[in-house]
Nanobody, 126 residues
Framework: QVQLVESGGGLVQAGGSLRLSCAAS????????MGWFRQAPGKEREFVAA????????YYADSVKGRFTISRDSARNTVYLQMTSLKPEDTAVYYC??????WGPGIVAVDEYDYWGQGTQVTVSS
């Protein structure tokens, strides 16, 4: 089992920045990929960004590329999502997730991930 706890959400004006954190505990050695997803009201959960624990390879959704940065601190078992130039359409609950599957094309799929955090609300006002 892997436990994931997100923090750092909040209310910010358009153009502002926030940094989300995801602290992992438990069988973290079994996690090969960490991902961030988001879900807005009435919409399906969508992929935001992913990082490979070993090597640090990253991948982003087109909608956040150039504005969001995913990173990890292996010593702290923590993954971050630095969000800049925020837009009202970024408003959503953001979820941290971990996958025991290998890095590959499937990392954008919700079903690829085995464990999920409880989510943290991000609200961007216009």
């Amino acid at each position: 089992q892997v436990q994931l706890v997100e923090s750092g959400g909040g209310l910010v004006q358009a153009g502002g920045s926030l940094r989300l954190s995801c602290a992992a505990s438990g069988r973290t050695f079994s996690s090969y990929v960490m991902g961030w997803f988001r879900q807005a009201p009435g919409k399906e959960r969508e992929f935001v960004a992913a990082i490979r624990w070993s090597g640090g390879s990253t991948y982003y959704a087109d909608s956040v590329k150039g504005r969001f940065t995913i990173s990890r601190d292996s010593a702290r078992n923590t993954v971050y999502l630095q969000m800049t130039s925020l837009k009202p359409e970024d408003t959503a609950v953001y979820y941290c997730s971990s996958s025991e599957n290998s890095w590959g094309p499937g990392i954008v799929a919700v079903d690829e991930y085995d464990y999920w955090g409880q989510g943290t609300q991000v609200t961007v006002s216009s």
